[in-house]
């Protein structure tokens, strides 16, 4: 069961993410519009240690989104949880098409399981930080 003390909300990724997302209505209306004057979101997910700080205009998050997206692999059908933690800080937390989480791992740790013929190499993207397992 969600916290009531930290709302959330998803996002389905449509084409044309890369270049900002809009924050639905209902939870700009209850938790940012009027709440706070900073226009800095600060992102942070299981996938690193990394805060990636992103810029809301009105209700969409535009500048420093698509560095986020790409670290992350984010893809069209891709859905995003966003749980607000307080100050400006979300967790966020990627499912992709099949409604899984999406899993990092260490690039090196599927080098050696793909050297050893335990990886599909078809289920397994490497992108420049982590990889990503659905």
Same mark, same amino acid.
């Given at each position: 069961m969600a916290n009531p003390h930290e709302p959330h909300f998803l996002k389905p990724l449509l084409p044309g993410f890369h270049s900002g997302?809009?924050?639905?209505?209902?939870?700009? *209306?209850?938790?940012?519009? $009027?709440?706070?004057?900073?226009?800095?979101?600060?992102? $942070?997910?299981?996938? *690193?240690?990394?805060i990636w700080e992103v810029i809301q205009e009105g209700m969409r998050l535009t500048g420093g989104w698509k560095d986020f997206a790409t670290a992350h692999d984010l893809r069209i059908g891709d859905i995003v949880i966003f749980k607000h933690e307080g100050d400006m800080v979300f967790h966020v937390t990627p499912f992709g098409p099949s409604c899984c989480e999406i899993q990092y791992t260490d690039p090196d740790i599927n080098k050696e399981e793909a050297d050893a013929g335990d990886a599909d190499d078809n289920e397994i993207t490497h992108i420049a930080s982590s990889s990503r397992m659905i």
């Open positions: 997302i809009t924050i639905p209505l209902g939870f700009f *209306s209850k938790h940012i519009e $009027r709440k706070t004057n900073q226009k800095t979101w600060k992102l $942070r997910s299981d996938a *690193s240690d990394k």
